[in-house]
């Protein structure tokens, strides 16, 4: 039978999880360039502010979109005062906006290191890891292991099998083929191996 094809679900799921995780920051930093490129300014009606801490919060409504933004000391006073607070919006999307001297946090920014942070350690623990809770058989060499071309095979030849893949492993008198998700440790039974290190190999024997 033909090997097993390598199974990449877990690898692919922290690739997914990072993607989700870093979506909204980057999508933020493409709309920050979108309105630093073809944003216009508007005048936005300041309907309500407050003070809350260190924040200083503006309710505002531009082009019938309305909003709320922390913006620095002096242009909160200058909003309240006038009534009315400068807005960059896209002509063609005014919900994407920012207001004139608005406060944006780095919260968003900092879990989204930490958590890249963490799923590149998982990542290098998956790959680091990845051969020690694979299924092993074990094969009793009948013939030496050969060079072959890539790729994994396990195949019954009548009461013997023929096995090739990368040598993962290399030990007195045996060694341990890579078949993607099977590993096969072969006895070489006083056989040779003429095959180094991560290169394809095969091998007739029998399986015990």
Partial sequence: MAAPRRRWTPTLAVVLVAALVNLPVVHGLWLDRRLAADGVVRVATVEAHRERGDAHLLQYVVEDFPGTADVDPDV???????????????????????????????????????????????????????????????????G???????GARLEPVGDQHVVCGDVLEIGDGELVLDLGDLR?????????????????????????
């Fill in 76 to 142: 909160y006073e200058q909003a309240v005062r006038t009534g009315q607070v400068a807005v960059r919006v896209l002509p063609d999307d005014p919900s994407v906006r920012r207001v004139e001297g608005e406060v944006r946090g780095r919260l968003g920014l900092v879990l989204a290191l930490v958590a890249d942070a963490a799923l590149a350690l998982m990542l290098l623990l998956l790959w680091r890891f990845r051969g020690r809770h694979r299924p092993q058989l074990r094969l009793v060499a009948t």
């Fill in 144 to 150: 030496d292991v050969e060079r072959c071309p890539p």
């Fill in 184 to 208: 096969v440790q072969v006895l070489l039974d006083g056989h040779v191996n003429q095959v180094g290190h991560q290169q394809p190999a095969r091998v007739t024997g029998r399986l015990v």
